[in-house]
Structures are given as C-alpha cells and as structure tokens.
C-alpha cells in the first residue's frame, strides 16, 4: 500500500456510523452517515458495507478500510472481544467486513483511533510519548509509547477508566469499585449534580433551571456554571480535581510529553475543567521539581479523531515500523 493512499475510516458508534475517506495529510475529504441498531450485528456490517461503497463510488483509489469503535479489539486487529454497547462478543468482524467490502480492513478501539488521529495529526503531533483521554458518557483511553499504540498482551490495554483511583470508592459500570471514570465522566458529574438537587434543593436551584424538568446530566452542569452558578462550578471544579489525581497517576507509569484531553465534555467544557485538572495533578504529581512535566490540553480533531485515526490505522498496521509523527 502506498504511503500515500486514500484510505476510509469509520467510526462505528451505539446508534450510527461516521464514515470518511481520508488522504495521507489526515484530511478528510468526504463523509458518510448511516444509523445501526446496537442489538443487530449483521445490520451493522451491512450499513458499514454500504457506507463505505458510497464513498468508493466518488474516490474509486481507497485501497483500505480502519474502523474504530468502542471495546476490547483482540491482538489480530480483526475481532472484536467485547463491546459494552454493541452485541460483539469473539466477533469476528474485521474478516466479515472485508468479504463484504472486498478491501483489507483494519479493526481499532475508539479511545486508540482518537489518539492515534490527535498523535499524527492533532495536538500529539510531533511527541513520540502520548495520553490520550476521551470524556463522554465514560472516561476512554490510549497510550502511544515511543511512536506506537501500547495495545498490550491481549489488545487490551490502556482501558485508564478503570484504574482505581479512590479504592472502595462509587461503583463502576464495569462492576469494580473506585475506577477514575466513576469520578471523571459525564455519568460521574451527573451522579454529583443529582446528589447536590437532593441535599440541597436550594443550591441546585440553577442547574435545575437549566435542565427544565429533565434528569440532571453533566451537560446541564456545565451551562449553569458557564451562567456563573457557584455550586455548578464548584462540581466542575471538583470534576476537574479528580481528572488531574489520575493525570499524576498515569505520569508515574507512562511519563508522557503530552495528555490530550478529547470527547464530547472535553469540546464543550474543557476550559471549565482543566485549569483544575492542571492543579490536582501538580498536587499529586511525584518528584515535581526534579522531572519534566507533560502538557495537559484538549483534542484538536474533535468528532473527526475517530475516522481520521481508524483511516490511518488501516494505513498503518501495527506489524510497520513505528511512524514518525507528522513534523509540527
């Protein structure tokens, strides 16, 4: 494959598909959309199949198909261990995919093909050592080591979410106690706002206004402290507090350049979370003084990380030498 090929990426999520081709630069160049059914596999091939043949049908030269999504992705790159949103259980969906679309396919977890796309192409750009975090519904995460994804024994690496960070802590959705994602993610800063509207009615008072009657979420946070409201960022605050307690943990182990803080809270709340995030990890960084200290910023590709990420994957295998970052 040239190193210049086009290439798709898809992003495969719980009720659509984002699909693009990409070039070599990490440009995309056109997209296309198609909504799946999480409990349908076979429906979900078929709607990557099809999305992928009407970009085909425009840039007839795609040579290779990356798709990402969320879940354990065994060592081969092709199956699909589990998925917590989708019915893939030892799902061998890379080869399925490729007999349905007749091109090689690479298969990459969404937290991977994020940090992949924002190490080539986005704020990772020209580091060799990298974290990635993704703040949704969830916490996400990928390490690049040395210019490659550190995918472990058994592809399943970097699942940061679930590190624990306060042991005994809230449950976890994974069924451990005290995991980081149970106190930095979108269900984490929910749980917070719905605890405050219990014990104190009164000092919910404007994220209740802002939700209007709906079930208090992370979004509805986020806009009542951009109104001001001193308990909402008080929570964004203490949100941000714990994304940096994890930071510092991570640093020990990985020692990274740089973190890259991306996701949907990240787009739309970053400058409210990560001067705190910044503090908690000074505070609990180790040796502070006596090594150097990774950047802690937001993504740059936004929505885009995941297909541009999955479409550069397919052009790089993990059986190719480590890529060089893309010069800064």
């Known amino acids: ?3 210049h090929a086009l290439t798709v990426g898809v992003d495969i999520g719980g009720t659509k598909i984002a699909a693009g081709v990409v070039d070599a630069s990490g440009q995309i160049l056109v997209r296309a959309f198609r909504s799946t059914d999480p409990r349908d596999p076979e429906q979900i091939e078929a709607a990557v199949a099809d999305a992928v043949a009407e970009l085909r049908a425009q840039y007839p030269q795609v040579d290779a198909v990356g798709a990402a999504a969320a879940g354990f992705v065994g060592p081969d790159r092709t199956t699909m261990l589990f998925a917590p949103n989708i019915a893939w259980r030892h799902h061998p969906l890379g080869t399925r995919l490729a ?3 007749g091109l090689p396919v690479v298969i990459e977890n969404d937290a991977n093909a994020a940090a992949w796309a924002e190490y080539r192409f986005g704020n990772g750009r020209g580091t060799r ?3 990635m975090l993704t703040l949704g519904t969830g916490l996400g995460g990928a390490v690049v080591a040395d210019g490659r994804l550190l995918r472990g024994a058994f592809g399943a ?4 979410g679930h590190v624990t960070v306060v042991p005994d802590g809230h449950f976890c959705g994974c069924g451990q106690e005290g995991c980081w994602e149970a106190y930095a993610s979108g269900t984490a800063l929910a749980r917070l706002a719905r605890n405050v509207a219990t014990s ?3 000092g919910a008072r ?3 206004a802002v939700a209007d009657g709906e079930p208090l979420s992370g979004a509805h946070v986020t806009a009542a402290a951009r109104q001001g409201d001193p308990v909402a960022t008080g929570l964004m605050h203490r949100f941000g507090r714990y994304l940096g307690l994890g930071i510092a943990t991570l640093t020990a182990v990985v020692d990274p350049e740089v ?3 991306g996701g949907g809270i990240a787009g739309a709340a970053g400058d409210l979370i990560l001067p705190a995030a910044r503090e908690g990890f000074l505070a609990k960084l180790s040796g502070r003084g006596f090594r150097g200290e990774p ?3 937001t993504a740059a590709l936004a929505n885009d990380a995941g297909i541009i990420g999955a479409a550069d994957s397919a052009r790089t295998p993990s059986s190719a030498p480590a890529a060089a970052a893309v010069p800064a």
Do not use: H
Request: charged fraction near 30%.
């Open 157 to 160: 690496a970097a699942e940061l």
């Open 1 to 3: 494959m040239s190193e």
């Open 200 to 202: 104190d009615p009164e």
């Open 295 to 297: 950047r802690i910023v």
């Open 129 to 131: 050592d990298m974290v």
């Open 99 to 101: 007999d349905r679309i």
């Open 206 to 208: 404007a994220m209740l």
């Open 259 to 261: 973190v890259v803080v």
